[in-house]
Structure formats: C-alpha cells, structure tokens
C-alpha cells in the first residue's frame, strides 16, 4: 500500500468537501432560467430545513461529530450576491426555536424521517412576496440504519404541511425554486398536480451534503459555481413502477424478479413512458456540444480496448461549467436477451469558459460489457461471453438525451471473454424478466424465463480446496516486523500460534474498544497480551463512509452522502475527497474505514440508499474504486461493503435475497470486483442478509470462490456487527456462535465482541469446538490469520510504536479540595440519572483502581451509545454499551493509577438515552 503524506490540513478538506457537494446537486429544472439568482434580488425562503439542514443520513453512516456544520440559511447568507428576506427568517428563526428539532430522543436510528414544517397563513406569503423577487422552498427528508422508507406522507410522499406549504408559495410568487435536502429521490408527482405548478421554475437535488452542504447550495444558487450534477437513479412517475416493487419489503424472502432489468435498464427496454427524470439527467447554467472526433480499437478479442474521442465545448454566453460525458451500448440481444441501454463509460470535463472546449478520451475495455451466460443458451456456459452481431453505442448527457454513434462495434461470431464456473446459483425455483417482442415503438414486451439453479456439490467444492495445515512449532522468537522486513516467512511466523490464539486473531473487540482510537467501532488483530508479544499491534476501525464515527465525542470532517457523490460523476474529485479523508484516519490513528457503502439501488425505499451511490453498476464501481484508491494513497484502507445484495432495511439480518447468477455477477458483484481489481481495496464487509440460502458471512461461494478465486484477492473478510452464520454446505439454521462456518468460508475476522472478549470466548462461539470435532481444519483457521496478519503489515498501525493497550493512565489528586464532600472510593459514586454529571472522590491508598459502571440505554440491542469519563477535566476511557431496553448492566471500565488525595469525575454522554448509574473503583 503506496503512502503519500499525510499531514492533514483541515481546511482543504472541507474545501474539496465543498466542491464536491456543489458538483452533486441536480439541477432538475430552470425554466425561463430563473437561476441563478441575481444581483439585486431578495429571496424568501420558505421550510425549516433552512435551519435545520440535514447533512447525512442516521446511524453508522451519519453519526459523525463536527466541529460546526454550514446550514442553508448560513451559506446563503455568507454568499455576497444572495439578499435575503430577513424578516421572513427572523420568523422562521423564532418558530423553529419554539419547535425545536425533533431527534427522537437521540438513540439510534430513532430519528423520524421529516420534520413538521410551520403552518403558512396566505398573510404572511403575501407580505413575504411583497418585499421579495423569489421564493426558495425546502423539503427535507432523512434515513437510516434498520428501517426502510415508507410509502406514506413524511417519507416518500411530501406532507399535507408541505403541499400546502408548496400550494400557498406557489399561489403568490411567480417565481419558486424547491430545493430538496434529502437522502436520497422521493416523489416527484406533486410537481404536476400541485395548483398553481406553473410557478416552480426550479427544482433541484441538494442531497444531504455534509457540514459544508451550506456554502455549497449557496455557489449554486448564486451561480458561483454552475451545476454540473447528473442523476443515478431513474425517477419515474409513480413507485410501483419499480421493477422491483413486487418483491421488496418481504421479511424472509426477495425474489430478485427483475435480474439485470434494475433501474434505467428495465425502464429504457420495457417501460419509458414511466420515466419523470432519466438517469443520467441534470442542467447546467450554460450549454455544451459533444461531438465523436475519434475512434479506434486496439487489440484483439477479448483484449480490445475501444477508444472514443470526444470534443466538448461550452456553447453559452453567460457562465463557466463542468459537462458529463456518457456512453451507452445497446448490444444485440442475442439468446441472452440485453437491456436496450447500458452505460458502460463516462467522464466529466474540466470548467469549460465560453467558447472552450476539451478532447476527452474515454476508453472502455470489450470484455467490461460481456454478458454472463449462467444457463448455457449460448453454448458457453458459466462463461462471459459477447454474442454475434452489431454493438451500437450512443453519447450525449443523459440516457435519453445520448445520441446515437456513427460507429459500431460489429463480431461475426460469438466471443468468450472469460470462462469460470457455477457459483452462487439460487436454489430456489423462480421466473426472471426478459425482453420478448419488441414494439413499433422500440420498447419490449415483457417475458419471463426459468432462473437455473445450482448443480454443483458445495461439499465436494470446499473439500478438494482445503488449504494445507502448517504444522505447530511453538514460539520460535519471530515477530510480524521480521516477517513485513523480509527476515521470515508468513508460513513460519504463522506456525508459532496455538489453536487458541488463532481463534483469538479472528474475533474483533468494540465498540469503543479501549485498545484503540476512544470511540470508534473496533479493534482487530492483536487484541490479547500473548499476541501483541508476538509482534501483533492492535489495528482500528471506524464508520463511515461519510466521515469518521467516534462516539467519544472527538470530532471529524463530515462529507457529503454517497448518493451525492456519485452524482458529480467525477472519480478524481472523489479520488482526491477520499485522500485527504485517509490522512484524517492517519491523524486519528484509525487503520481502515468501515466504507464506502456499494450496494446497489434496487428500490428507492431502502432505507440505507443514501450511504449508497446508484442504481447503475458501473457508476458505483467507478466511484467507489475512486475512494478506495484515495484511501489507499494516504495509507489506510476502505472496507467495501455490504457484500452482498444488502439491499433493504426491513428483516435485514434475516431476509433471503433469492437472485440468479447473471444478476448477480453482471449487477450486484461487479461494482465489488471493480473496487477489487481497480480500487486497490485491502478490506471487505459481508452483509447482514443470506443470499439464496447461505447468510454472506458464511457464504462459501461468495468469499473464496469468487472473491478469492476469480478476483484474486488477498485481503481480509469481516463481518458486519453480530452478524449470523450458517452451513456453508447445507445451509438451514443461522446463529451468531457459528464462527466455524464464517472460517470455513474465508471470512476471517468475526465482528464484534464485547471488549476484552476475543481471548476468553466471551461471545462462545463454535470454532475451536470444530476444530476438534474435525469440521474445521486448522489449515483454515491459520488461513484466515495470514490473512489478518497481511493486512495489519500493510495498514498504518505497524508504522506506529508498538504498544500494548494496558498503558495505564496516571492521575494527580487535585489541591484545595473539602474532603468533607468527597466520597470514599471504595463505596463507588451514585450518578443521578439526567441529572449529576459530576462528583468528587476520596482515594486513601496509592494503587492501580479498575474502574467499573453500572449503566442503561433504552434502545434495544442494535443500539450504541458511549459516555466518557474524564478524572480532573482529562478524559481517562470511553465507556460503551448497547442498548439494554431499558435494564441495567455492567460496563468494565479501564484500570487507572490513583495516588491519594481527592479526584473530580465528570461524565460526558454522547447520545441521550444513556444514563449512568453508578461508577465502582476497585483497588486491584
């Protein structure tokens, strides 16, 4: 892993965050081009999210801390061309104090999707008009972790309060701009049947866009900075228009019906009359000219690479700007059958002036738009192959806008540009779509064929694949460094380790491991003390992906949503943003961030779309191998997740995603593999769900046949967060404890524990228990420890010294202090709940003092929370705990060194809901 420096400087980073937030926003529309507002103009603005602007979605890819966070009403105040209607905000500021935000209660993922908005009187907008040129509305929507969107008034569908809001703005000002700050596309039908329509003049896309989203709406609506963001997902005009509307939601099973027919591919070949916006589609302040100046091929078959030249120019008087340059394919459809469009490259251009223009190269590998033949129609099965006949391609800026080539890619004869074999294939019988007749109109009826399902033998596969046992040697004096510096062998270091700390090596501890970072999600590696005298540091990992997660408290840069950034269509923006991001990790000393999130699109209500980027394959490839890179060049490592088919909130432990191999490889697995092969992606999250039968974790085709096999890849496989596991051969029950099967599937790293676990089984899982009864190897447990091992000698934590985790901390007794209102430390301290935040004790004795405390969170058991204890104002640990319904349990605390005299403790809570109870020091 390639390091470059990392020094971080904070301000750049939220300079690039901002401009990357500007390049996301969707300009839907701008008739009469009403934006960008000009010199002169007073604006009204109208919705509470011009305060309480969201900048992400909940739980863990949102929850991070900032230092400050620009609203709406902040940017376009701060911007030197906006006027604003003062006195319209002065009410809005007094109402929304009066109506405070409502958070929940702040436990997680309890935070309502909407926010009521003030109720407007036709007085109040016409006072509003009268002193003003234009109205700009908010809509604002969030989401998050374990629970979806619904299809009800306040999730996808707007309110009655902002329909109203909408008709009473419209019915007085000629001129509306509706921003909508939202995570991810919501309905879009009010926009034609809304009285008084006639008067929204523009409509864009803000997203959630992170803590410099502010600023950034402001340099679009001044025109500062011309928009230049293109949908990922298709709009259509109503949500059942889905193809994937049948089979969401189900909490045991989805049958992936649709297969590669997802998003535009299913609108372009059956359905385009139910298209609002296109994917692809946004506007720009000016307007850009694309012509085809060069083609060319170079190789032969399967190696080929065609090259595609193409001039933009910016043809407007007015404004600078950035055009996004897309290709499309339609294939021949073959015994396969193809969807009518496929987007299989793209770029965006530099800031064009008026009148420049730029050659743009975009070259685009033959064997990237292959298709998988998993049924053998073609003869080839388990192949990805190229079927005879004319390859047409179309450009342009968006996939009905794109125009079609003047050249075409043309095969005599069919071509096989990969050959591999049945992996992960249903095991339940079902009807997938594909096109049937097509129409004068150039759509297709919609057919349906059988799915095929798996032949192959899973016990006979992992049987002739076991790895070979390295036999145990005992310690023999090799530490990690010598093996990283060349001095031994993986295999030799490797040997030294019992059966016991192996098993160690794959049980993550967290969250809010006291052995790494305060407040992040876990420690992995060396987490006991007979590891880390082998040489094993101890290596962190936080949330993300839009910036680091501590629930200490300490504070990160938070950037925009994934769906944001993928709509900027700029890798190298993203490269950079995810560089800089990296160095934040350095700084932090966090070895990998638990992101970026990759799963696709397949329904606009899961509730997670938004740490997601699009509904297209490759966009989410392309992107996502962008901000892995970046990551890489600071040094740390992206985990790609969730893989795979994670797809919805509802029953997202439990939910069967039933999905043909086509579907699979061509739509779900692809953006994976690019970050695999392109994003130089070190590790990897398995998702929460089964798919077609075997929960990922344990999913055997999934982590070594594909991922290992086909890819070649060399990195570590964790789970996600108390993730289930079943037979990776038989399938049937799910459990926790199973860890003998995630081995078994080359998911080495089993996350989490709780804290000091990993050594003592704390969790009980199954593995040396198999180990000893023989369905588990020790080759395979040894396997997954190289694996670990691999990584930790690559990611920063073996650049810095090597420490073990038991350092205890030192504290002074404070001077002057009235002994007559401390407590004896031996009697511990009662917090009052909500309310004592703060005491003083009495310690009688030097000595070492394990700290413990007696806690309760509300929340069930998905939920995290954390409180920091800090002993005279310094912080002395972390202490964490998942939600216990409302029951006390004991947290074990960290052990600190306390001469006598008298101490100040003062508490910190991180998230409401959580309340201490009692802290308890034990002399050691």
Known sequence: MHQENTKIDSTILAKVSRQAASEGIVLLENKESILPIKAGETISLFGRCQIDTYRSGTGSGGAVNVKYAINALEGLRANRTIKLNESL??????????????????????????????????????????????????????????????????????????????????????????????????????????????????????????????????????????????????????????????????????????????????????????????????????????????????????????????????????????????????????????????????????????????????????????????????????????????????????????????????????????????????????????????????????????????????????????????????????????????????????????????????????????????????????????????????????????????????????????????????????????????????????????????????????????????????????????QTRGLSRAGVSGTIKHFVANDQETARKDVDSIVSERALREIHLKPFEMAVKEGLASTIMTAYNPVNGHWTASNYDLNTTILRGEWGYTGIVMSDWWAKMNDPVTAGHEDVSLTSFMIRSQNDLYMVVENDGAECNASEDDTLAALQQGTLTLGELQRSAMNICRFIMNAPVMNRPLEFYHNVKHFKPLQGVDESMATPVEKGVTFKPKSMKSAIIEVTHDGLYQCDALMRYELNSMAQSSCNLNINGVIAMTLPVNGTDGKLVTVKGQQVKLTKGCYELSVETVKPGLELEQLTFAKV
């Open 89 to 626: 905000v002065g009410i809005y500021e007094q109402w929304v104090k009066a109506n405070p935000f409502d958070n929940g209660g702040g436990g997680w993922a309890a935070e309502p999707w909407f926010q009521h908005e003030m109720p407007l009187t036709d007085e109040l907008v016409t006072q509003a008009e009268k002193v003003s040129n234009k109205a700009v509305v908010f809509i604002g929507r969030t989401a998050g972790e374990e629970q979806d969107n619904r299809e009800e008034a306040g999730s996808y569908y707007l309110t009655e309060l902002e329909l109203e809001m909408l008709g009473k703005v419209a019915t007085h000002f000629k001129d509306v701009i509706v921003v909508l700050n939202v995570s991810n596309i919501i309905d879009m039908s009010w926009l034609s049947c809304l009285d008084n329509n006639q008067s929204i003049k523009a409509v864009l896309y803000n997203w959630a866009a992170g803590m410099e989203g502010g600023h950034a709406l402001a340099d679009v609506l001044s025109g500062d900075v011309s928009p230049s963001g293109r949908l990922t997902d298709t709009i259509a005009h109503n949500l059942a228009d889905y193809p994937s509307a049948e089979n969401f939601g189900r909490t045991d099973y989805n049958l992936y019906a649709e297969d590669i027919y997802l998003g535009y591919r299913y609108f372009e070949t059956f359905k385009p009359q139910a298209v609002q916006y296109e994917f692809g589609a946004g506007l720009s302040y000016t307007a850009f000219s694309q012509k085809l100046i060069s083609y060319t091929v170079d190789g032969k078959g399967a190696d080929s690479v065609l090259h595609f030249d193409i001039e933009v120019e910016n043809v407007g008087t007015h404004f600078a700007g950035k055009e996004v340059v897309q290709i499309y394919l339609e294939a021949p459809q073959g015994e396969l059958g193809k969807p009518a469009r496929a987007l299989v490259g793209f770029a965006k251009s530099k800031a064009l002036d008026c009148g420049e223009n730029q050659a743009i190269r975009i070259s685009i590998p033959v064997h990237s738009f292959a298709s998988y033949d998993d049924s053998g129609v073609t003869g080839e099965q388990s192949c990805y192959v190229l079927e005879q006949g004319c390859y047409q391609f179309y450009f342009g800026g968006s996939v009905r806008k794109a125009q079609r080539m003047s050249v075409t890619f043309e095969l005599d004869e069919m071509l096989v540009t990969e050959r591999l074999k049945e992996a992960l294939a249903p095991v339940k019988a079902f009807d997938r779509m594909k096109p049937g007749t097509r129409n004068g109109d150039g759509a297709y009826e919609l057919a349906y064929e059988p799915v095929p399902q798996r032949t192959v033998s899973m016990l006979d596969r992992i049987e002739t694949e076991l790895p070979a046992c390295l036999e145990l040697t005992g310690d023999k004096g090799i530490k990690l460094i010598d093996v990283k510096q060349g001095r031994a062998g993986l295999d030799d270091f490797i040997a030294q380790l019992t059966p016991e700390q192996l098993a160690t090596m794959t049980r993550g501890e967290g969250m809010c491991s006291p052995k790494v970072t305060p407040g992040v999600a876990a420690a992995f590696g060396g987490v006991s003390q007979d590891l880390y005298e082998l040489g094993i540091p101890v290596a962190a990992a936080a949330d993300g992906p839009s910036g680091i997660r501590m629930d200490s408290g300490h504070t990160a840069t938070q950037v925009p949503i994934g769906t944001l950034l993928a709509s900027t269509w700029n890798r190298e923006l993203n490269e950079q943003l995810f560089y800089l991001v990296g160095q934040e990790l350095v700084e932090h000393k966090i070895d990998t961030l638990l992101g970026p999130g990759m799963n696709i699109h397949r329904h606009p209500l899961n509730g997670r779309n938004f740490e997601y980027f699009s509904e297209d394959s490759l966009i989410t490839g392309v992107i996502a191998s962008a």
